[in-house]
């Protein structure tokens, strides 16, 4: 599969400052905090996901046990890989990859895999040793798409290859276990 066409983009709509979306009132101004708008030093651990390929960098999968945790409450920390759809493709890194220089959460954030640049959108991934793939889009910086949006970033994931893809709101929507 290749780079987002014209097309993806276009249902993606323009890529987003951080916080272009947050329905919470977020700013970039007053919410990027130190250390969350960089990311030489992360450079060479962000997969790009776009030949498919499971991220290699301290790469965790879901046991069935922890699979049922994210069917009910949506998140696992200590699995997630934090997902940014950029103006060329996904964009890949482990959760709990250590930030030394952001100052309130030593872990990265989602504008660590940007640098702080616009995207389209960002969330939460989880790889099941299953083989499923987990997915939401908890981002404050690139988060709350519309339904098309979603949608299409969904279709354009799953394109690449990252199948069966499952989306976690659907199963906290639906109660399933």
């Known amino acids: ?9 276009e249902i993606l709509g323009e890529p987003i400052e951080p916080f272009g979306r947050n329905n919470r009132g977020k ?13 030489e030093e992360f450079l060479d651990l962000i997969h790009d996901g776009i030949e498919n390929k499971r991220p290699e960098n301290d790469y965790v999968e879901l046991s069935s046990e ?31 990859t250590p930030n ?3 100052t309130h959460n030593k872990i990265i954030c989602h504008t660590n895999i940007t640098g702080g640049k616009k995207a389209h959108l960002g969330g939460e991934m989880f790889f099941s040793q299953a083989g499923e793939v987990y997915i939401n889009f908890f981002s404050d910086r690139y988060g709350n ?11 354009y994931i799953e394109n690449l ?16 276990d």
């Open 27 to 39: 700013t970039i101004e007053k919410d990027m905090m130190e250390g969350e708008g960089h990311n």
């Open 1 to 9: 599969m290749a780079a987002l066409n014209q097309k993806e983009k």
């Open 145 to 155: 798409p519309s339904d098309e949006q979603w949608k299409e970033a969904k279709r």
């Open 100 to 102: 030394v220089l952001r």
């Open 161 to 176: 290859g990252y199948s069966p893809l499952i989306d976690i709101l659907e199963l906290l929507a639906n109660g399933e």
């Open 66 to 96: 922890e699979v049922e945790i994210i069917k009910t409450s949506g998140r696992l920390q200590e699995k997630s890989f934090l997902w940014v759809l950029d103006e060329v493709s996904i964009k890949i890194l482990r959760e709990t």
